[in-house]
Nanobody
């Protein structure tokens, strides 16, 4: 199982980015009941959960700090999870990690840097 994030970069406050997490080694349809999550970690801070999506129902959850600004989604045909980030703030600056909870196993991507600065 491999998760590869992309889409990070430098953006001005108020801007938008879309992160992608491409999964390989399994297919979303092969794990019917799974959680896919985005976490982030800023320097000196603990890793925090940003958004979650349940594979079958599409149920989503968000951290209070990103509600109304971020949207998590998945494309089962592409085996990809996305995080659309709008109205970005400097405090959103962090390394963003994709996570897949497949049964009893947890898998992580390598992370992608998001920097929000003018």
């Amino acid at each position: 199982v491999q998760l590869v994030e992309s889409g990070g970069g430098l953006v001005q406050p108020g801007g938008s980015l879309r992160l992608s997490c491409a999964a390989s080694g399994f297919t979303f349809s092969s794990y019917g009941m799974s959680w896919y999550r985005w976490y982030r970690q800023a320097p000196g801070n603990e890793r925090e959960l940003v958004a979650s999506i349940f594979s079958t129902s599409g149920l989503t959850n968000y951290a209070d700090s990103v509600k109304g600004r971020f949207t998590i989604s998945r494309d089962n045909a592409k085996n990809t999870v996305y995080l659309q980030m709008n109205s970005l703030k400097p405090e959103d600056t962090a390394v963003y990690y994709c996570n897949a909870q497949l049964g009893a196993n947890n898998y992580w991507g390598q992370g992608t840097q998001v920097t929000v600065s003018s």
